[in-house]
């Protein structure tokens, strides 16, 4: 037990407690879009807290460079005008949305310490370029992080636990870590990456009971290029099938991600092998809701599940709202911006859909 | 210069290449080599011999193409090498001496400048969707065709800024924020790169035309 501490010990993490300057995600912006602005309102109408959204990021560029495509140099120098940015704005606690991004930005910071010479010359290119000049991050997190940090905080103002409310039973829930966020630089994770607690500290303080499998540190199977061309897309899918086939015998009522690829590979080729093995992978055939931490943060506290954008999920999340015993309104799923009613998605030939 | 004084240089071989004692831990763990013909071991073994002509082989090869860059090998390495990021490094080179085009792999390069790449110069994110439908990417299901239909009224629903100026989710990025993005590519040799990759494959196509 004293090593076990000891080792934990190694892999807390300072995560700053107010005025954080915000980089967004390029896929939880165009996949899950309602979560980074459910993580924005947490923050400031829940916690009270000061964190800047700004208007002039761009991308990180960090798929591109995982596909080989750019050089380091350039996502060095885009990184440093994220800094410029940041430090413009007169902040100095950096946290971004992206597991990508953070296992990039976390890199940069790092190989700066370890080639001085790198960052003279990512320095000198951006003021070549941009004209800007940058003070570099006090600290450094993934919003998850955040959300770890003032848990206890939301589960007092949590108007819902991860509890299946017909039977007063934790719900069991799968946490999946993007690689990004601890396998790089293990000591930057809450909990390393043989131990992330990032996710299962949210499942441990809000009720829920954490799924333990022997998969549970794969990658989803992203694999940036593999995923991107689709002639290699074999690559991504069997990776997550690895996964659900190893978590299946636990039943998983819920599977809940911190990085935003993850959460889409998940959701979504759950819906193509049912198409291609008829298979799915609860018992009912509905599938495993597959939920950004934002979204779960948000339904515990009671906020309108379609408000959370849960509808853009492939599989179905209404199972998951019925365990949890939250009210919702099934006509409101499908309206659009005025409340007008649009037209339902077609239904997956396998995958069930409630309604 | 030989192909190895050039990859000597790139600070990801530096930090990827300590010694490995080919213990094949970072291929039990890595997604690639369960299912396709990737083997980080035999990459890094190949690599650490200093042979000229295997590394020609390599950069002319599609294995280097087939990692997916988890970096869970950086994870599990006992002695601290780092294959994915020896795979980076061999990837750069191998687009700067045009060997990329040689290999099936290599030549798809072309495909992800002309997409991703192209995106971030024109959009500012490397995804936007407005460029991913069905048609390429099918798994994304119906939800994401209905989604697409309608997607300025959800995404107003929702709280997204979907193509309108100032901060905000899917916001449209400041004309001053993508020229100073391109510049940053023409500064930093990413506009080189994007050109390596259309020259590469066009020599390549070339050749075999005419033959």
């Known amino acids: ?355 | 210069m030989t192909l190895f004084e050039q990859l000597s240089t790139d600070i990801r071989f530096q930090e990827g290449l300590k010694a490995c004692i080919g213990c094949g831990v970072c291929t039990a763990i890595c997604p690639a080599a369960q299912f396709s013909d990737y083997d980080p071991r035999i990459l890094v073994d190949t690599v650490q011999r200093y042979d000229e002509h295997l590394l020609e082989s390599l950069l002319k090869g599609d294995m280097i193409w087939r990692c997916g860059e988890c970096l869970s090998c950086k994870t599990r390495c006992p002695r601290g090498n780092t294959p994915g990021y020896i795979v980076q490094a061999l990837r750069a080179l191998s687009i700067k001496t045009g060997l990329f085009a040689l290999s099936e792999q290599g030549r798809l390069q072309l495909r992800l400048k002309r997409t991703v790449g192209e995106h971030i110069l024109k959009y500012g994110y490397c995804v936007y969707l407005d460029e991913v439908d069905t048609d390429q990417f099918p798994e994304q299901g119906p939800v994401w065709e209905w989604f697409r239909e309608n997607r300025e009224s959800v995404l107003k629903r929702l709280g997204a800024h979907y193509g309108e100026e100032g901060a905000g989710t899917l916001r449209k990025i400041s004309e001053k924020s993508l020229s100073d993005l391109r510049a940053i590519f023409r500064e930093t040799g990413g506009m080189e790169r994007y050109q390596q990759i259309e020259e590469g494959v066009s020599k390549v196509i070339g050749h075999e035309k005419q033959e």
């Open chain 1, 1 to 355: 037990m004293k090593n076990r501490n000891k080792l934990w010990a190694l892999y807390q993490k300072n995560i700053a407690d107010d005025h954080y300057y915000f980089a967004r995600s390029c896929i939880r912006q165009n996949f899950f879009p309602a979560s980074e602005t459910i993580f924005l309102k947490i923050l400031r109408e829940e916690l009270g807290k000061d964190i800047f959204d700004d208007a002039e990021q761009t991308t990180c560029t960090g798929i591109a460079y995982h596909s080989g495509l750019i050089p380091f140099e350039t996502i060095q120098t885009v990184v440093a005008r994220q800094f410029a940015l940041m430090t413009e704005a007169g902040y100095q606690n950096f946290v971004c949305s992206c597991v990508t991004s953070f296992g990039i930005y976390t890199e940069v910071l790092e190989t700066w310490k370890q080639f001085p010479e790198e960052e003279a010359k990512a320095r000198a290119a951006l003021l070549r370029a941009t004209g800007k000049t940058f003070t570099k991050p006090e600290n450094l997190v993934h919003t998850s992080d955040i959300i770890y940090k003032f848990r206890d905080e939301i589960a007092e103002k949590s108007k819902f636990r991860l509890v299946n409310h017909l039977t007063g039973r934790p719900l069991k829930i799968v946490d999946h870590i993007g690689c990004h966020y601890a396998k790089i630089f293990p000591q930057e994770g809450i909990g390393g990456a043989e131990y992330p607690y990032v996710l299962a500290g949210m499942i441990d303080a809000w009720g829920g009971q954490q799924v333990d499998y022997p998969e549970r540190r794969h990658c989803c199977g992203f694999g940036f290029r593999q995923y991107l061309i689709r002639e290699n897309r074999g690559y991504s899918l069997s990776n997550s099938r690895k996964k659900l086939e190893s978590m299946e015998p636990y039943h998983p009522d819920l599977i809940m991600a911190n990085c935003p690829g993850c959460t889409f590979f998940l959701d979504r080729w759950q819906y193509v092998l049912s198409e291609m093995e008829g298979k799915t992978y609860d018992t009912e055939g509905f599938g495993i809701p597959v939920l950004t931490y934002e979204e779960v943060t948000g339904l515990i506290l009671g906020y309108n599940p379609w408000d959370l954008g849960l509808q853009i999920h492939q599989v179905d999340p209404e199972p998951l709202l019925i365990k949890l015993g939250i009210p919702y309104n099934p006509s409101e799923k499908y309206q659009g911006a005025c409340q007008q009613p649009l037209k339902h998605p077609a239904k997956p030939a396998i995958l069930k859909i409630t309604g």
